[in-house]
């Protein structure tokens, strides 16, 4: 990680708000690019925070005030890039939602982001959402595109589940289904019928853009 990042990972670690909030203005300032602060700082944070929790080097309560700080710099960083976005170019509507069972919504929150900054319409359903919410939620809205994030494997039967039945619906058979989050792989996204995956929320974009064009 650049050194200039340094400080702004340990206010994550340490889960101080105002100081992380403080940092990220400093960068941003300095003429950082919003997005960079999560592809080369945040993230990488957040993956060895989570590698310290799976060999039981640090708990939850680290876990969830480290998610804290990155919620409030999604905030203050929000307002940033939807200024600079392209939001009067409409390239399809979406519907994103974080699967069933799973709470996790930093990632599926970028990717919602990123989406709207680049001119797609969401309808950013939330987290623990079901393979029926979903479904009933893109007919609704006559969705091009259906974006699952998941990070947890015990719900990746929910994220197989959906695609199965939206892949099963004919009101549904122009809407592409794209997939990520941690435990999902392009492998994965082949072996169960997604036809697109990214492992970053502008990846996510461009193959949106791709599966909708
Ligand atoms: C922060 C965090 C939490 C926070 C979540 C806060 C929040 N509001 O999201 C809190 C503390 C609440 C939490 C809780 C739990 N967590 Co947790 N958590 C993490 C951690 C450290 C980081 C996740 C994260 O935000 N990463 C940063 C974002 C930006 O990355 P991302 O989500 O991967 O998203 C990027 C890409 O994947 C992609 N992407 C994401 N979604 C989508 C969707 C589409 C369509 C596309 C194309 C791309 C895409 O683009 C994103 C942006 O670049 C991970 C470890 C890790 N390495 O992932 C564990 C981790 C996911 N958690 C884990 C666990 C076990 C839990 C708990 C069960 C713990 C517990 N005992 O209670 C609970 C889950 C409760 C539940 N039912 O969901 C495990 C999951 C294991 C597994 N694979 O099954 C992990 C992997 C930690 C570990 N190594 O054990 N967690």
């Known amino acids: 990680m650049d050194d200039k990042f340094l400080a702004l990972a340990d206010t994550v670690k340490e889960g101080d708000i105002d100081k992380g909030v403080a940092e990220v203005e400093k960068l941003l300032a300095g003429g950082v690019k919003p997005v960079a602060l999560f592809t080369e700082c945040i993230e990488p944070t957040l993956n060895i925070l989570g590698q310290q929790f ?40 979406a519907v994103i939602a974080t699967v069933y069972g799973d709470l996790h919504d930093i990632g599926k929150n970028m990717v919602s982001l990123m989406m709207q900054v680049n001119g797609f319409k969401v309808y950013d359903m939330g987290v623990d959402v079901s393979p029926q919410a979903l479904l009933a939620k893109s007919e609704e809205v006559d969705a091009d595109l259906l974006c699952l994030s998941g990070l947890m494997m015990p719900s990746m039967p929910f994220m197989r589940e959906t695609i199965e039945l939206a892949k099963a619906n004919p009101k549904l058979a122009d809407m592409k289904i794209m997939v990520g989050g941690g435990p999902v792989t392009d492998q994965w996204a082949s072996d169960n019928n997604a036809d697109g995956y990214a492992d970053d929320a502008m990846g996510a974009v461009k193959k949106g853009i791709e599966l909708v064009a």
């Open 54 to 93: 799976s060999v039981l080097e640090i708990f939850l309560p680290e876990l969830m005030i480290a998610a804290d700080v990155v919620n409030a710099i999604q905030e203050v960083v929000e307002p940033i890039l939807r200024e600079s976005g392209e939001a009067n170019i409409s390239k399809g509507t």
